[in-house]
């Protein structure tokens, strides 16, 4: 969970030194586009897919709003420094939590009451809006976790009628199409090293969601979920050492109050599954 944390934020550096000459669109699809080869072997169960036209939809939309998020997440990229992007990137789970409960109709508990607070103090901490600017890349990484969130919500309602395999694969393909209107419309010439740049940003997030998978196969979530915050540490780092950004500690501790609260939130109900699956 460590290095999958590194290679994380190393992908992100690389977006962030290639994103001052290339427009977030763009970036994000090439991003894509370099990444199709890397899974091919995905796409392979989607010839004996016959997906409903409810299934085509959903899938067509979370195409559309992931679509939407990565280019906010790659804007922002190039607008605020790289620590602040991984610290807000952790509302992720929370803004799943939420939309959970209002449009799947998940129980509204008290602990979960409670860790939304929490990591939305923390955003706080971080943004503190009126003690500081709030730049659009701010806005934009909101916006990012939203599109990316509500993805996740749509897969996870696709997951119990469809393999993973499609639905993975269905975003692989209907993510660059979604992309390539926008990057067309912002399109710059880009020569073999910035394209040598996007290849290694998907070589990187590759290689960091299967060491992210190992992670999960064998290890609990107590003993992966914390290591993630390490990726607050790597971009502080390598921020700081690659493009002289200030370290904040206020973006330290916010981002360490809203990794906190969705370690609690997840620790809290882990626990709760695994203590109704012994009653059963």
Request: charged share 10%; net charge positive; with cysteine.
């Amino acid at each position: 969970m460590m290095l999958a944390g590194l290679l994380f934020v190393a992908m992100t550096a690389v977006v962030k030194h290639v994103g001052a000459e290339v427009p977030a669109a763009q970036s994000a699809f090439l991003r894509f586009a370099m990444g199709l080869p890397l899974v091919l072997p995905m796409l392979w169960p989607l010839r004996r897919a016959r997906p409903t036209g409810r299934q085509t939809g959903l899938l067509a939309l979370r195409g559309l709003v992931h679509g939407f998020g990565v280019i906010c997440w790659f804007f922002a990229m190039t607008r605020i420094p790289l620590a602040e992007v991984t610290a807000m990137n952790y509302l992720n789970p929370v803004y799943v939590t939420v939309m959970a409960t209002l449009l799947l109709g998940e129980r509204w508990e008290t602990r979960r009451m409670v860790a939304v607070l929490a990591a939305f103090a923390g955003a706080l901490l971080i943004l503190r809006p009126g003690l500081r600017t709030v730049e659009w890349g701010h806005v934009a990484m909101i916006g990012a976790s939203l599109g990316l969130g509500s993805g996740y919500l749509i897969a996870k309602r696709l997951s119990a009628e469809m393999s993973p395999s499609v639905i993975v694969g269905m975003l692989s393909v209907t993510v660059p199409l979604v992309l390539l209107p926008f990057a067309l419309a912002v399109w710059v010439p880009v020569g073999a090293i910035e394209l040598g740049w996007f290849a290694l940003t998907a070589a990187f997030a590759t290689a960091a969601h299967y060491a992210m998978t190992r992670a999960f196969a064998a290890a609990p979530l107590g003993v992966t979920q914390p290591a993630t915050f390490l990726q607050l540490v790597w971009s502080v780092l390598l921020g700081a050492a690659l493009f002289g950004e200030r370290v904040d500690p206020f973006v330290i501790l916010g981002g360490a109050v809203i990794m906190g609260a969705v370690t609690w939130l997840t620790l809290r109900e882990a626990a709760d599954r695994h203590a109704q699956e012994a009653e059963a």
